[in-house]
């Protein structure tokens, strides 16, 4: 789906209480409102970001330097 066909989906003002419910109702996308109040959905990470977090979680602080 589109973004634009997203868009007319939504109503033109979101509130807590809805940002709850499109967050449980979809758990596959970040849903985040900015100190400006802008809405944006993040799409879930690829397979590429989920090896570097790995990697990255398996290095201990020391072998940084």
Known sequence: MSAEAVGRQMPTVITLDDLTTMMAE???????????????VDPPAGYMQAIIATRLTGLSPMSCW
């Open 26 to 40: 979809d758990e596959h996308h970040r849903y985040e409102i900015s100190p400006e109040a802008v809405l944006s």
